[in-house]
């Protein structure tokens, strides 16, 4: 069992570099392309309900950004799959879809699924995961980056959730390519443009730090 369990382990490690020298990301801090068109894709129920509060689809079209609702019992692949042949630069999520993530892998399209766990790590990994993004992070903490390396050697990470501007810097020292933020940055009802523009140079200033943010 012991010879099993380490022909199983030293295979998995040699499928992990492979994939990942095939499927390697830009080095951080890389211009990429600008994109070619604005999608807004909203859950009404997130955000308790600030989506509708606000009239957000509206405010896309008004500035030319195309807004995608997303409705109970919408088909999470078919909508992947569209969004790729319309050319979506990635994908993201805030769950683990094998079959999903499949769709974008074989097209070559970038693609971050949310995980937390080992077996969710796993599945993502397993399934094409370009990187995983580690959500909800903020409910754990940068050390969960060298726990998760123990068994998946070289992952990469993007902390997802709740990340404050001073929780940039561990997420960033702990390894991760970026750190993905919402809550923190926009705040409440009562935050101004003037507000949120502040939080913004906040989080860049830090990112810029470690190299993050291109030149």
Same mark, same amino acid.
């Given at each position: ?86 050319? @979506?630069?990635? *994908? ?5 879809? $094998?079959? +999903?993530?499949? !769709?974008?892998?074989? #097209?070559?399209?970038? =693609? ?61 020292? @702990?390894?991760? *390519? ?5 809550? $923190?940055? +926009?705040?409440? !009802?009562?935050?101004? #443009?003037?507000?949120? =523009? ?18």
């Amino acid at each position: 069992l012991a010879l099993v369990a380490g022909a199983v382990a030293l295979g998995r490690y040699a499928l992990l570099q492979d994939r990942q020298a095939l499927r390697a990301l830009p080095p951080p801090g890389r211009p990429v392309a600008a994109a070619r068109r604005g999608v807004l894709i909203m859950n009404l129920r997130s955000g308790g309900g600030k989506a509708e509060r606000f009239a957000l689809a509206d405010a896309c079209r008004q500035r030319g950004i195309e807004p995608v609702v997303l409705q109970p019992g919408d088909d999470l692949l078919e909508l992947a799959r569209s969004a790729i042949e319309r050319g @979506a630069d990635f *994908l993201v999520s805030p769950h683990t879809d $094998p079959a +999903v993530i499949s !769709a974008a892998a074989v #097209r070559d399209v970038p =693609v971050f699924p949310g995980a937390l766990t080992p077996t969710e790590v796993n599945t993502a990994l397993e399934a094409g995961a370009t990187a995983v993004k580690l959500f909800p992070a903020g409910a754990t903490s940068p050390s969960l980056a060298a726990q998760l390396r123990g068994p998946f050697p070289g992952l990469q990470f993007l902390p997802s959730g709740g990340i404050g501007v001073h929780d940039v810097e561990p997420w960033l020292r @702990a390894g991760a *390519l970026a750190v993905c933020v919402g809550g $923190p940055l +926009v705040g409440d !009802a009562e935050s101004s #443009r003037e507000d949120i =523009v502040k939080r913004a140079r906040d989080y860049v200033a830090v990112a810029a730090a470690y190299g993050r943010v291109p030149k």
